[in-house]
């Protein structure tokens, strides 16, 4: 069992940043993949970014989201620049026990989630 905890979200101007972070605790997190999902307003959970050993981004992120790990401090953090207002929604920390993935966008590989944080871009 897995738990997992974002925090970081808030309310920022579109060019602004903002830096998500997801504390796990729990089984060995090391052995995780873990990745980041985000839900706007009336729309479908999208895939926002993934990371093992190296890291996977969906292509309206590259370049803008910047996604790590630390391993000791059980931790994945989601940097966000140039944030625009269709950036706007919850965001949310999922892990998936294996570290490979066939199709690592594919939230079915995703066993645990946060709770979500809310992340506001206004224009």
């Known amino acids: 069992q897995v738990q997992l905890v974002e925090s970081g979200g808030g309310l920022v101007q579109a060019g602004g940043s903002l830096r998500l972070s997801c504390a796990a605790s729990g089984r060995t997190f090391s052995s995780y993949a873990m990745g980041w999902f985000r839900q706007a307003p009336g729309k479908e959970r999208e895939f926002v970014a993934r990371i093992t050993a190296s890291t996977y981004y969906a292509d309206s992120m590259k370049g803008r989201f910047t996604i790590s790990r630390d391993n000791a401090k059980q931790t994945v953090d989601l940097r966000m620049n140039s944030l625009k207002p269709e950036d706007t929604g919850v965001y949310y920390c999922?892990?998936?026990?294996?570290?490979?993935?066939?199709?690592?966008?594919?939230?079915?590989?995703?066993?645990?989630w946060g709770q979500g944080t809310q992340v506001t871009v206004s224009s």
């Open positions: 999922a892990a998936d026990p294996s570290l490979y993935a066939s199709n690592p966008k594919d939230l079915k590989n995703y066993d645990y």
